[in-house]
């Protein structure tokens, strides 16, 4: 953390230079009285140049670089303070009481600037002298990041994985949030200050080696405020992004959300009084199926300045937000969380923990265990500020990261490496047409796990493309439901168990003697009495009957060739029956509009032989 963003500053003691007579020489203390008569009538440069002058009268005078320091800090040279001090303390450690602060300036200074050794000594007259209790915890951690970041360089050793970055520095004058969508396309999203802009916008692109491909703003989106720091949902349909100062804002800084319909994303929305405050709301997550949001905001009642915050998309409204506790936020920042698509790891940014200085990243397993947060150390850490982070599908890491920069805002880079994901991880993608027509369809996905008996993802398929992908976040066996007005609805189970499993749906549309083959219906072996893993079929069948109630259906029972022709048609029939006594549970569905009948060994509509039940359109 630079100067400029060291609020505790003002605390200086600005004094008046012959206030605190040391015995100067008589040159030296006309030169001060000069200096401090150019101060007052705002003559910096004049100023400075009587400091300089008295030095140079007495250049082993420890008290004179003390007071230009105080002096730089009036005229507001921050960078320069720091060298004052630091030829103070050279000459001299041992400061009158007055000059106390200086001694945490001067070690806090330098370990932002990854002067490691030279902070150590300052900090530690600090922990022992220091009367303020924020600097004095300050201290402490620092001198524990100290001995970190020490044993990090000791023991860091370069390999040939080397880590890049992605040359913009022609177009933008900084790049952050990095963030990659999947399947169909891997684009980057990121936020982007163009050269000569002090406006952030959202932009994607397709990254080739270290450089752009496809650069394109992303419209809708962006506006005349500032927009960044987005985050999307691993099926590519949902954007939260933060954007200030907007009109139907609640604060400085919200979230909003937009969906991607057809080739577009839509006008966002603000995610309203739940999520967003009078306070500062940014640097949005979203998990992959764009239900989970965690976010960072400095609003009241936190443990620190900015704490991570979460909320939850309950059938469809987002839920009040609520702070992600003590094991994660500190007294000071934690910002720009990211959760792993294996949903085992959160990732996020602060600089109220032991670290490399400033900003570093962070990971802790997740569901959240305070024993095992741990800084992810060097190459990726290092004195500046590191913003956030990203791991792809495959396992290699982006983040942003400030450069060294003594400026107002310092520019910022996404930087990458190389590295193999250690856990596995699912993509199952695909479309979904029309069985007739070929067209694509807008339709609804659901997926359950059938060894837990729960919705798991729910997502929607392109209405241009009718492309859709999920995240998978564990090899098991699923039922995937998919459905659309004026369709007959479609199930398939799935075993996952390759890393990218493509899965294509074709509907038909409801009319007479169309068939679904009902593939989540599940019996005890050799009986008639449904399983537990069957509910979710016959809640998706009362579902289609209860939306389409002028819709009539048989429910066909159905074996394969194994035992007796009257054997077969007998369970057949009661596998049937089984079905029609359950949607009859459901009292919303009409009697006269379903009927039960067993076909025995008879071949599907699609030529097969197998145990299974089938509902036909009448």
């Known amino acids: 953390m630079d100067f400029k963003k060291i609020t505790f500053l003002i605390s200086l003691i600005l004094i008046s230079f012959s206030s605190y007579s040391q015995d100067y020489k008589r040159k030296t203390e006309r030169l001060l009285n000069k200096s401090e008569e150019a101060l007052g009538q705002r003559d910096w440069p004049g100023a400075v140049r009587y400091m300089e002058e008295a030095i140079s009268v007495e250049p082993q005078n420890h008290y004179l670089y003390l007071e230009k320091a105080s002096l730089l800090y009036t005229i507001n040279d921050l960078p320069k303070v720091l060298e ?37 000594r300052p900090l530690e007259i600090y922990e022992q002298r220091g009367y303020k209790d924020d600097y004095v915890r300050m201290s402490k951690i620092i001198l524990k990041s100290i001995d970190f970041a020490l044993s990090e360089i000791e023991s860091y050793q370069e390999n040939s994985n080397p880590v890049k970055s992605i040359n913009s520095e022609s177009i933008f004058r900084s790049i952050y949030f990095p963030f990659f969508t999947l399947y169909p396309s891997e684009f980057l999203y990121f936020t982007g200050q163009r050269v000569r802009n002090i406006e952030e916008g959202i932009y994607r692109a397709k990254i080739s080696g270290t450089e752009f491909q496809k650069l394109e703003e992303v419209p809708v989106i962006n506006s005349k405020e500032n927009e960044g720091a987005a985050a999307i949902s691993a099926d590519g349909r949902v954007m939260v992004f933060t954007s200030c100062n907007r009109r139907d804002g609640f604060g400085s800084c919200d979230l909003y959300i937009s969906y991607y319909e057809g080739d577009s994303w839509q006008k966002p929305v603000n995610l309203g009084e739940k999520v967003n405050t009078a306070a500062w709301e940014s640097q949005p997550f979203l998990s992959s199926d764009g239900r989970f949001l965690l976010f960072s905001s400095n609003r009241r009642g936190g443990y620190g300045k900015r704490d991570l915050y979460y909320s939850l998309n309950i059938n469809g409204e987002w839920s ?54 741990e800084n992810v150390g060097l190459p990726i850490n290092t004195y500046n500020n590191e913003l956030s982070f990203h791991e792809k599908f495959d396992g290699d890491r982006y983040w942003s990261r400030e450069l060294d920069s003594d400026a107002k805002y310092p520019p910022a880079k996404v930087f990458f490496q190389k590295h193999e994901k250690t856990e596995r991880i699912n993509l199952v993608f695909g479309e979904v047409t029309d069985a007739t027509t070929e067209k694509n369809i807008k339709a609804r996905i659901q997926i359950y796990d059938l060894e837990l008996d729960s919705l798991i993802q729910e997502t929607y398929s392109n209405s241009n493309s009718g492309l859709y992908q999920v995240i998978i976040p564990k090899p098991s066996d699923y039922s995937f439901y998919v459905e659309a007005p004026g369709y007959l609805f479609t199930s398939r189970k799935l075993d996952v168990s390759e890393e990218r499993t493509e899965l294509n749906f074709k509907l038909k549309p409801i009319k007479e003697n169309e068939t679904v083959i009902l593939n989540n219906i599940y019996f005890e072996f050799d009986s008639y009495e449904l399983s537990e893993k069957s509910k979710n079929e016959i809640n998706k069948i009362a579902d289609f009957l209860i939306n389409n109630p002028q819709v009539k259906i048989e429910i066909g029972g159905y074996t394969d060739l194994v035992g007796s022709k009257s054997y077969n048609k007998t369970l057949s029939q009661k596998r049937a029956n089984a079905v029609y006594n359950s949607l009859l549970e459901f009292p919303e569905i009409e009697k006269d509009n379903i009927s039960a009948r067993g076909y025995g060994a008879t071949s599907l509509p699609n030529g097969e032989y197998k145990k299974t039940v089938v509902f036909k359109i009448l």
């Open 84 to 120: 004052a001090l630091q030829k103070a303390f050279s000459i001299e450690e041992n400061w009158p009481a007055r000059y106390t602060d200086y001694y945490f300036i001067l070690g806090k200074e330098s370990f932002d600037k990854g002067k490691y050794e030279q902070a150590k």
């Open 320 to 373: 009040r937000a609520k702070n992600l506790g003590s094991k994660v936020n500190t007294f000071s920042d934690e910002i720009s969380p990211f959760l792993k698509l294996s949903n085992d790891s959160l990732f996020f940014s602060s600089n109220g923990r032991v670290g490399m200085g400033g900003f570093d990243l962070y990971k802790t397993a997740w569901p959240l265990n305070v024993d095992s947060i």
